[in-house]
């Protein structure tokens, strides 16, 4: 439909640009009529500059348009002109497709903010690094939970840089697993031994490659493992104890 709107308007106004051409040629080389010449010759420029502003107007808005696609600006509108416009259903095709974005974007940060919660909720501390490519130095924390600033007693840095030189230690095994892969490390912090297990999963979302970071504080769990361990060999050193007394007491009965 615009297409159709767009190509017969353009006609139009060329054929009437032409016409009002072809009879000023006409009325300069056959009559001395310089008041109609003036006259045609001032309608002539107008329409000429009325199509150009026409034209220029429809790129314009088409420019903005691609413009807020791609830079995902969910502000621009052309409300007034899908109601005034001369290309209704064009405007209001742009303003369909804008708010198509927006209920995208909404959505996918809804689900980054959930997804955040989750994550800020999990005992197991949780570091997504982006890379810098060029510049190491330069690569940033993009997620630091609440669980990682508490198990390493640290802030929660924007800049890799900065938390290596906070915990070289910690930063130096992170770095020997950059491709991938699990390690465990014993980490002193604030006077207390703390055993880690650590898992860094790398990952590539548009172009862009991160390091997902997950640890956990096992001490705790394999000293209730250990625990549990003696606990069951007690039970079953109690167990034969009372299987050699019981015939013992047997015999002393007898």
Do not use: C
Not at 17 to 40: D, E, K
Request: hydrophobic letters at 45%; charged letters at 20%; zero cysteines.
């Amino acid at each position: 439909m615009f297409h159709q709107k767009f190509t017969f308007r353009l006609i139009s106004r060329l054929l009437i640009i032409n016409l009002l051409a072809i009879i000023l040629v006409y009325l300069v080389r056959n009559t001395q009529l310089w008041f109609t010449i003036t006259g045609v010759s001032l309608i002539l420029l107008g329409t000429t500059i009325s199509l150009y502003i026409y034209i220029n107007q429809i790129r314009e808005d088409i420019k903005r348009f691609i413009l807020a696609v791609k830079t995902r600006d969910h502000t621009l509108n052309f409300k007034n002109k899908a109601t005034k416009g001369s290309f209704p259903e064009l405007y209001e095709s742009f303003n369909e497709i804008i708010q198509i974005h927006k209920d995208i974007q909404l959505e996918q940060d809804s689900i980054f903010q959930l997804i955040k919660t989750i994550l800020e909720q999990v005992p197991v501390g949780v570091i997504v690094v982006k890379k810098n490519k060029i510049e190491a130095e330069k690569s940033e924390i993009s997620f630091f939970n609440l669980a990682a600033s508490n198990l390493l007693n640290v802030p929660a840095y924007s800049y890799w840089h900065r938390f290596e030189q906070h915990l070289p230690i910690f930063a130096k095994e992170i770095n020997a697993i950059n491709t991938g892969g699990k390690r465990f490390l014993e980490l002193k912090i604030q006077d207390k031994i703390i055993q880690l297990s650590i898992e860094v999963i790398p990952l590539n979302l548009y172009g862009a490659d991160y390091n997902i970071i997950s640890f956990q504080n096992i001490k705790d769990e394999i000293e209730q493992k250990e625990t549990e361990a003696w606990n069951r060999l007690i039970g079953v050193i109690s167990h034969e104890i009372l299987n050699s007394i019981t015939p013992i007491s047997s015999l002393s009965d007898t």
